[in-house]
Every structure is written in structure tokens, then in C-alpha cells.
């Protein structure tokens, strides 16, 4: 025969439940919540005390996920990206910010850099700066790949074909560049992306 509980008062909540057993302080609502904040907890401290084994994780879960997966899940960050964009420059700058501190990310960087220079060093440029100028008044500040009104202050100049993808020699013509926005010409990188 099942032995049923009389009535409690919830110590939380305040209102009254009939409990599983008799040791029961909480509602089954408050106790759900009180797991939920006590796990957490217990998570953020394991987090913090295992950093390495952390991110040897996230790498290795990243790398298992299909290309359908990895897609479903960046279109879930570029949502949460575009619900507050300042907010989420201004965290992960502090996050780069961060990285580049150690000594792994100022090697990095650096290589990156020092890529990048050496790079631009074996291609030429055969423009103006009055060309440039004017085709940055030409397009009144509109950013060649998404088409948003930025100003002509914010545009940068971008490569059509990228630096990384064309032969040793190469000459970028007034053609061959397109003044885009910071946004647009970081997240392109190695694309050939022309406006149309």
C-alpha cells in the first residue's frame, strides 16, 4: 500500500504541495529551479578550474558536427550577433584582447601580419590616390558588398581578387579594388566577392 504524505508548505514559494516523500522541503517547480542554478554553478566552477580540457572539447565537438550541423549552429550565433551588435563587437574585441595577451596569440598574430605584409610586398598597385578618391565619392558611402549606408569615412579599400589567392607580380588595377565597409571586408577574407 502506497503511503500518502499530508500537505506542505513549499519553503520557497510558499504554497502548498503534497510531497514524494517525507524529507520534501520544496515544490517540484521550486526544486527544478534550485538544481538548475546549483548545476550551473557546479558547471561554471568545473569550467573554470579545467580550462585546457574545456577547449580541447569545443575543438573536438566542432570537428564531429555534419556540415548541416555546423550551419544550423552558425545561424544561431549570427542571430544572437545581430539582436545586439555593439554589444557583441565589444565582447568578443575583449576576447581577442585577451588572446592576443598571451604568448601564443602575440605569435599569432604577428605571423598573420608579417604573412600579410610580405604578401602585399610581392603584388603591385597601379592606381592613384585622386583615382581612389574619386571612386570613393562615386559610390557616397554605400559599401559595395551589403549595400548599407556607412560613410565615405568608414569605407575601406578591399581587394576583389584576394591577396592570399593571386600570383607573385600581380598588378590590382582601379578595377581590381572596391571600397567596402570594416564589417563587410573583415568577414569576406580569402572570398572573391564583386558588387554586382
Known sequence: MKYIFKPKQCNQCKEAYIP???????CKKCALKRNKVSSNKAGRKYRQGHRDKVRLWKRKWWHRLTSEQKQVV?????????ENPILAR???????KNWVSTEKGKLLHRMANYKRRTKEKLVFHNFTYDEWRQKLNSVRGVCQ???RRVGREKLTLDHIKPL???PEGFIYGINSIQPVCEGCNKSKRDKEVKNE
Open 20 to 26: 514524494n516523500s517525507g524529507s520534501h522541503i520544496y
Open 74 to 82: 552558425t545561424d544561431k550565433r549570427m542571430k544572437i550577433y545581430w
Open 90 to 96: 565589444e565582447k568578443s574585441r575583449k576576447i581577442y
Open 145 to 147: 558588398i551589403c549595400h
Open 164 to 166: 592570399s589567392k593571386v
